[in-house]
DNA sequence: GACTACCTGTAGCAACTGCTACATTTCGTT
DNA sequence: AACGAAATGTAGCAGTTGCTACAGGTAGTC
């Protein structure tokens, strides 16, 4: 099944889907290999090093994660900003979305940690996010760059809340943002 | 020099240091040991197992946390939501902070990936740090618990951005705070 | 066919992982 | 002083970690 040669394009979408599954921070090469059908051998050979590995499995899930924006069905225009809030949340809740936010909370853990690979695609991803909803705020809203920001830094928070169990934490912060 | 005997209690303090410095996630009993000055074999002597260990080290982080709060110099009341979520900005930014903050997201990210330990942790500190927002709140604030609920999305956002690097996409957002 | 560049499997190494068996010391109690 | 429980040191085990040396295979070009 598996006799085609493989190159770094070919493997990173399965390791991507492994990552999505299993996390990021404890991916050993050995399971890595199997699940993209090649021995820990190749990942070397193809990426030089594990960091080398990361670094181009952390560029490529950005990528993709800017892509499953651009597919999330485009609301109408919401009329305020926090119905805008309420509806990104409503999306980033979509099960679709949940291994992406468990491994982005690992990417936010390592961009704390001053990883500069993990800082990379953190940023790219948020910038993604960012253009995003500022495409999807109200048509006549007085700001829209600080308002994509505001409703960023509530919709995140909330998306927060909710990986530690806490989602009507979330709703009700959400509920109380002007509009 | 560390003649005396140990137990959990006296070992907690500085295994927390340890891990506040160089990470959980990573975190493995030797090195751990060496720090509190004890051996792996201790370590499991008196916390069972390295699960346990975590666990009892999650829990004192998270008292830590609270107590940390409450020494935090409380600011006078603030004039408004804004102001009161940047005023709580700039004291998350302090350096004392940092070290907690890195170990945030490690915590978020164990959470978000259903660890029960992570998760209790977590939502321990982020009951904390809810109660302290609120009591910071302007005094004639309509309604502080829906109040504090929102300042802590953004501030907690404004952190995330931190983190990534995009420390003026939180500063902008919350700029733009109704107040 | 020969040459060359790329690709891959096998085997293994040194370090580290959590954890344990066994022996010994330390201490409070009697 | 004697006893039992709690605490500790030494040594090691089985499994995993990232990575490498070596030997081949596989393709395209001349």
Redesign the interface.
């Known amino acids: 099944m598996e006799n085609s040669r493989q190159s770094p394009d070919t493997l990173l979408p399965k390791l991507a889907a492994h990552v999505l599954e299993h996390?990021l921070?404890g991916a050993s090469l050995r399971p890595l290999a199997k699940a993209a059908g090649t021995s820990d051998r190749m990942l070397i050979y193809h990426f030089k090093s594990k960091d080398g590995l990361v670094t181009a499995l952390l560029e490529h899930v950005a990528q993709m994660y800017s892509q499953a924006l651009e597919m999330a069905w485009p609301t109408e225009p919401a009329a305020t900003r926090r119905e805008c809030a309420q509806r990104l949340l409503a999306i980033g809740r979509a099960p679709m979305f949940a291994p992406f936010?468990?491994l982005?909370?690992?990417i936010?853990?390592g961009?704390?940690?001053g990883d500069a690979a993990y800082?990379a695609s953190?940023?790219a991803m948020?910038d993604s996010q960012?253009a995003w909803f500022e495409a999807h705020l109200p048509p006549d809203d007085p700001?829209p760059?600080?308002?994509a920001?505001?409703?960023?830094?509530?919709?995140?928070?909330?998306l927060?809340?909710d990986?530690?169990?806490?989602g009507e934490?979330?709703e009700?912060?959400?509920?109380?943002?002007?509009g």
Chains 1, 2 share one sequence.
């Open positions: 996390g921070a936010l468990r982005w909370w690992e936010v853990a961009a704390a940690k800082r953190a940023a948020m960012l700001d760059k600080a308002g920001r505001l409703v960023a830094l509530a919709v995140e928070g909330s927060m809340m990986a530690l169990g806490l934490v979330g009700a912060g959400l509920a109380a943002l002007e």
